[in-house]
């Protein structure tokens, strides 16, 4: 596959160089950790650090989202591959400002070991506090009643915004967590994959599907889905994905939700928006009410083809959340 780099070892220092010269009004890296970037914004004493962070390749997921509204700071990760502990301790040591740090981020094994590790080392080190709030959004792989096996995929970003937007209100820490945890709770996604992506390392695809292929449920690394089958219609695919989250989530008629459709990578806002007509005509049909929708690449990966659906059950206290303008280089709210 082709992809415009330089030395594969270094495809992501180059982007994180060119992402900071492209944003300096808005981010900027720490002298102490390569991988460790906050934004530019002054923050007040006495407000909640939000802290991001997880694997390169998912662009604009997750630097993207650091600004007003969302997150203080980021910590990068090598591709598909959790940050080390060192540059999350760095960012929460930046960005607290006495009152606490939360961390958000994917249940991934990887990124419970090492956010853990950092959220030790900030307690015993530094004498800041860390709480967590883990994205566990994707039906497809665990089990309703096995959900803390849950992957965290695109309804992350709706995490992000609640927890956000709740630091922004200036609740405290333990407030800051319950919102994130409510968002996570009543957040759930559902994807399908179309084509992988390569690695630059090895210009090896990440998965193997057919050329008349899809695969529901598929992972954003890659991970094996629930089924394979031969490509169908966007409708019939948008209802497969939009039943299968509410066979999972009670959303009754009257209820509100936000929408997001998110691609993978490759596949062209045309087809996103063909899939989110759908999911209006499903929702509008069963009298759920779509108080905000998003279309576009908000978590990606890197090229792969596909996209996912993710609802988010609203009640006044997320709509709120949701409402909350953002400014971050790679989304705006007003």
């Known amino acids: 596959m082709k992809k415009l780099m330089n030395d594969p070892r270094y495809v992501v220092e180059e982007m994180i160089e060119g992402y900071v010269k492209a944003h300096p009004d808005y981010i900027r890296q720490l002298p102490e950790n390569d991988r460790a970037l906050v934004t530019a914004k002054e923050t007040r004493e006495g ?15 997750f ?17 598909f591959a959790s940050p080390s502990p060192d540059p999350i301790l760095e960012v929460t040591k930046a960005i607290d400002k006495g009152a606490g740090v939360v961390y958000l981020y994917g249940n991934y094994a990887g990124d419970i070991m090492n956010f853990g590790m950092a959220a030790e080392m ?5 004498d800041i506090r860390v709480e967590t709030a883990i994205a566990s959004d994707d039906v ?21 915004k609640a927890a956000g937007a709740a630091a922004d209100f200036g609740y405290d820490l333990d407030e800051v967590v319950r919102v994130a945890k409510k968002a996570n709770d009543n957040t759930r996604s ?15 695809p990440s998965f193997e599907i057919g050329e008349g ?34 066979e999972d989530i009670t959303i009754s008629r009257g209820d509100r939700v936000a929408v997001l459709v998110n691609g993978l990578g490759s596949t062209p806002l045309m087809e996103q928006y063909i899939v989110f007509r759908r999911v209006e005509q499903i929702l509008s049909e069963k009298g759920i009410e779509i108080y905000r929708s998003y279309v576009g690449n908000y978590i ?35």
């Not at 407000?47 to 997921?61: A, D, R, T």
């Not at 690394?221 to 948008?238: F, N, S």
């Not at 990606?300 to 996912?308: A, I, K, P, R």
Request: glycine share 16%; aromatic share 4%.
């Open 122 to 126: 900030a307690d015993l080190e530094e």
């Open 190 to 204: 559902m994807g399908v994959g179309l084509s992988p992506c390569a690695l630059p390392q090895t210009g090896e």
């Open 213 to 246: 292929e899809m695969e529901i449920g598929l992972g954003h690394h890659g991970e094996p889905g629930i089924e394979k089958g031969p490509l169908e219609t966007a409708d019939r695919v948008a209802d497969r994905l939009v039943n299968d989250i509410l």
């Open 140 to 160: 497809a792989s665990a089990p309703k009643d096995e959900k803390e096996k849950r992957r965290g995929i695109a309804g992350e970003f709706f995490i992000y």
């Open 63 to 79: 630097l993207g989202y650091v600004g007003q509204g969302m997150a203080d700071g980021v910590a990068v990760g090598n591709i």
């Open 47 to 61: 407000k909640v650090g939000v802290l991001i962070g997880g694997g390169s390749g998912h662009e604009p997921g």
């Open 300 to 334: 990606t990966s890197l090229e792969m083809g596909g996209l996912s659906v993710t609802l988010m059950k609203l009640d006044d206290e997320l709509a709120k959340t949701i409402d909350h303008p953002v400014d971050c280089p790679m989304f705006v709210q007003k």
